[in-house]
């Protein structure tokens, strides 16, 4: 059965503070590894997609990387607008979610 | 703004009784999946539509139907209505086996 787990369940940190985030994976036939942004009540947004081991992708002030069994999501400086819910979701034969970290950014 | 409408954006009723959440995907995108999220938990897959036909079936209960129809809009309809099934439903859409994009969801609440 496909899982995906997400560390840490929760992260604080203070305003330009640079941090990861992790993804662990057990997917067989991972066709795709996404990342996604979730505010509170509201529906989750589309980061990145990421294919294979190796790939990296950036936006703003996120980068997030893919090995063979797990995946980063790296914060380079981060502002209290960052904070949020980061899901990871895998497709291998389905879309499987982690549970999330909650991250918050203090000014 | 993901392209994927959801009505209503906020729903009280009452135990036992029977709602329908309606969504509309992206223009284009053949696939639509619901998901439910309580509070303070993870998205749970309920169920899975391409062009009409079901595709895959996740923790949906039996009290819960859905359906997509010719236009691609799907409705998720949820009967005999429990305290526990208040949550946030979501509903996602996607052309191919790609990004999943998300509607701002459905809250109900069951009193």
């Known amino acids: 059965e496909d899982q995906v787990t997400q560390s840490p369940e929760a992260l604080r940190l203070q305003e330009g503070e640079s941090s990861s985030l992790n993804c662990s994976y057990t997917v067989s036939g991972l066709r795709g590894l996404f990342w996604y942004r979730q505010d509170p009540g509201k529906g989750p947004e589309f980061l990145f997609t990421l294919y294979s081991a190796g790939e990296e992708k950036e936006k703003e002030r996120l980068k997030a990387t893919l090995t063979k069994k797990e995946s980063f999501l790296h914060i380079t400086a981060p502002k209290p607008e960052d904070s949020a819910t980061y899901l990871c979701a895998t497709y291998g034969q389905n879309f499987v979610f982690g549970p999330g970290t909650r991250l918050s950014v203090l000014p | 703004d993901s392209g994927v409408t959801q009505t209503p954006k906020h729903l009280i009723t009452a135990t036992g009784q029977r709602v329908t959440l309606r969504c509309s995907p992206r223009s284009g995108d053949l696939s639509v999946y619901w998901y439910q999220q309580s509070l303070d938990q993870g998205l749970q897959f309920l169920i899975q539509?391409?062009?009409?036909?079901?595709?895959a079936k996740g923790n949906i209960l039996e009290r819960f139907s859905a359906q997509q129809f010719p236009d691609l809009h799907s409705e998720l309809n949820l009967s005999s209505l429990e305290l526990g099934d208040s949550a946030l439903y979501f509903c996602?859409?996607?052309?191919?086996?790609?990004?999943?994009?998300f509607g701002e969801g459905s809250r109900l609440t069951v009193l």
């Open positions: 996602a859409s996607s052309v191919v086996t790609g990004e999943l994009f």
């Open positions: 539509y391409y062009n009409g036909e079901e595709r």
